[in-house]
Structures are given as C-alpha cells and as structure tokens.
C-alpha cells in the first residue's frame, strides 16, 4: 500500500499548463451528490480519515492549493490528453487515468497507512474524479484542453476552458439541488449501471461529448449554445457525484 503512494508521487515531472476543472462550484456539486449516496457507516469512515475538513473542501482541496510550489507535482494528475480521432494508449506518464487508478487501489488496500496518508489519497480522489466528468480535461493536447480556444461568453472574453470549468455553471445557475432532483428521479438498475467502477469508460464518456464542446460559431458560446451544453455538465456532474460515492462505498462499506 505504502508503494502505491510513493509511485503516485514518483510519477509527476513537468507538463504543459492547464485549467483545473468545473470550479469550486461544480467540485462542490459533485462532493455533495456523493455525500447523498454513501452506504450507511461509510460517511463516518470516510469523515474520520478527512478530520475537520468537509466533503466540500475535500473536493476543491488540489485546487485550493495549486499556488504551493512544493505540490507542483500534482498538475500533471488534473487531465488526460488524447488527441483528436485518437485511442487512449495504456502508458506510465503521470495523468488523471493513473493516478485514479492508485489512489482507488490505495484506498482499497489501506490496511497499515497513516491517516495522514488516507487523507491525502481521498482529497485526490474527491478531486479527481469530477475533474475526468469534465470533458476538456481528458480533451486535446494541441489546445491545452481548450484553453488556448478563446470565445466570447455573455460578453466576456474567455477560453473555452473556463467558460465549462465556471462560466456556463454559473450562468445556466446549476445548483446542488439542481442535480440532486435528477439524482432522486433515477431508477436503481439505472443507478447501479452508472455506478460500476471503471475509469477507462468514464473517460471514454466524457470524450465523447468533445464535438458537441467545440461545436459553437464564430468563437461565441451563445444561448442556444449554452442550453444544449448545460444538460452535459448537470448530466457529468451527477454522474461525477455517484460515481465518487461508488469507490468510497467499495472501499469503506463494513
């Protein structure tokens, strides 16, 4: 178990600036949604290793602190990049598909860490796993994910990255309770498809919604734009959220 910490640290080394994703907004969402699908006693078990720090912090924790220069280590764990009409290829680089995959494994096999060790797993992983719900971080390599995409979004100039990390979210006002209804409106056979574990096909979602991302005239992310993209990022984020609550369930359930 204490490898698997030390080769998540091993694996980072400089890479190309990004955006970290959704927002503190959609982090928050996310944690929350996740909070709400826990199996009983796994709330406490996860909370005891998180002490003071809430969900909602957790969640916005590799963000919070992306200013320390002693974790610069941690951005290459933020995304993915697969160019255009390109395939995944399985590689040691450091990026979110490896380090999820360490940190669920560490999690599942905790037995003999330090707490302090637990902690930092789960706030990567509160992290990362709405960070790879949000498309543009598993996008393209030749524009940073999008933000080298500069668009116009109700007046402002911005990239394309921000505009879906914050700017569509707040604009489109998505809430917790915005997603937590359709949560509630969820079958359980739907639910429990959604919630098998397996980060590869959740990449592979997100991807898929990449022409629909770049499909905008003119560099203007408009209305009509913007109301056919807010049913991907509440859909993304609700999935984010229970997606989350199923490896902690997995790793925590009694």
């Given at each position: 178990m204490k490898n698997l910490f030390f080769i998540a640290l091993l694996l980072a080394f400089v890479s190309p600036k990004h955006s970290l994703a959704w927002g503190k907004t959609g982090h928050q969402i996310v944690a929350q949604i996740a909070k709400e699908n826990l199996e009983p006693g796994v709330l406490d078990s996860v909370q005891k290793y998180l002490g003071a720090m809430s969900f909602e912090d957790a969640a916005t924790w590799m963000d919070d602190v992306r200013k320390d220069t002693s974790l610069s280590y941690m951005k290459p764990w933020h995304y993915v990049n697969v160019e255009k009409d390109k395939t995944y290829v399985k590689n040691n680089n450091p990026n979110i598909i490896n380090e999820l995959e360490i940190v669920i494994a560490a999690l599942n096999n905790r037995k003999g860490t330090k707490k302090e060790e637990i902690n930092f797993t789960l706030k990567q992983l509160f992290h990362l796993v709405g960070d790879l719900h949000q498309p543009l971080h598993v996008g393209y390599g030749v524009?940073?994910?999008?933000?080298?995409?500069?668009?116009?979004?109700?007046?402002?100039?911005?990239?394309?990255?921000?505009?879906?990390?914050?700017?569509?979210?707040?604009?489109?006002?998505?809430?917790?309770?915005?997603?937590?209804?359709?949560?509630?409106?969820?079958?359980?056979?739907?639910?429990k498809k959604i919630m098998q574990i397996d980060v590869l096909k959740w990449m592979d979602e997100s991807r898929s919604y990449l022409p629909q991302v770049y499909k905008f005239k003119n560099g203007e992310l408009d209305a009509k734009y913007v109301k056919k993209n807010v049913k991907i990022i509440e859909k993304q984020l609700l999935y984010g959220g229970l997606r989350l609550a199923a490896v902690l369930n997995a790793a925590f359930k009694k």
């Open positions: 524009d940073k994910g999008g933000n080298e995409i500069k668009v116009k979004h109700e007046g402002k100039d911005k990239n394309l990255h921000w505009a879906w990390d914050s700017e569509i979210i707040k604009s489109a006002n998505i809430t917790h309770e915005t997603i937590s209804k359709k949560d509630r409106k969820l079958s359980k056979g739907k639910k």
